[in-house]
């Protein structure tokens, strides 16, 4: 009986330090992990907090616009088939689709009305750009 005592003591004694080190060391790769997470937080916060920056206020007003029209800007000239936002280019193609898809030669009218609604939309966007233009060529350059 006492020598079984007396090996559980030397085992546990043997077994202690090990059980330290090993405890150290997850505890140690917790904290380099949870450090690296946080510093690649912190990056991602400010690259988003840049990237809206850098959007500005025409950013805002181009989401409230594709809000309003229902369409996104990428929709738009998809529907449109315009890939450089031209004013002479958005006009010749809505034409040209406005007439085929007219319901007098048989065309549809809903998608009519999307390519109304996509003509919109890249007007919107247009006065948009041309009033960031404006405000550029009126700023004071220091």
Same mark, same amino acid.
């Given at each position: 009986m006492v020598? =079984?005592?007396?090996?559980? $003591? $030397?085992?546990r004694c043997l077994l202690c330090p090990q059980a330290k080190y090993l405890a150290q060391i997850i505890v140690m790769g917790v904290q380099v992990v949870g450090r690296a997470f946080a510093r690649a937080l912190r990056q991602e916060f400010a690259a988003?907090?840049?990237?809206?920056?850098?959007r500005g206020r025409a950013g805002h007003q181009s989401a409230a616009a594709s809000n309003l029209s229902g369409l996104s800007l990428q929709e738009a000239q998809q529907i449109l088939?315009?890939?450089?936002? =031209?004013?002479? /280019?958005?006009?010749?193609?809505?034409?040209? $689709?406005?007439k085929v898809n007219d319901k007098s030669v048989g065309g549809s009218f809903y998608l009519q009305s999307k &390519? &109304?609604?996509?003509? /919109?939309?890249l007007d919107e966007e247009l006065r948009i750009q041309a009033q960031e233009e404006r405000e550029k060529g009126q700023m004071p350059k220091t």
């Amino acid at each position: 009986m006492v020598r =079984s005592r007396e090996r559980s $003591l $030397l085992t546990r004694c043997l077994l202690c330090p090990q059980a330290k080190y090993l405890a150290q060391i997850i505890v140690m790769g917790v904290q380099v992990v949870g450090r690296a997470f946080a510093r690649a937080l912190r990056q991602e916060f400010a690259a988003s907090r840049a990237a809206a920056d850098a959007r500005g206020r025409a950013g805002h007003q181009s989401a409230a616009a594709s809000n309003l029209s229902g369409l996104s800007l990428q929709e738009a000239q998809q529907i449109l088939n315009v890939s450089k936002l =031209s004013p002479e /280019e958005v006009q010749k193609n809505y034409e040209h $689709l406005f007439k085929v898809n007219d319901k007098s030669v048989g065309g549809s009218f809903y998608l009519q009305s999307k &390519v &109304v609604r996509a003509k /919109e939309r890249l007007d919107e966007e247009l006065r948009i750009q041309a009033q960031e233009e404006r405000e550029k060529g009126q700023m004071p350059k220091t």
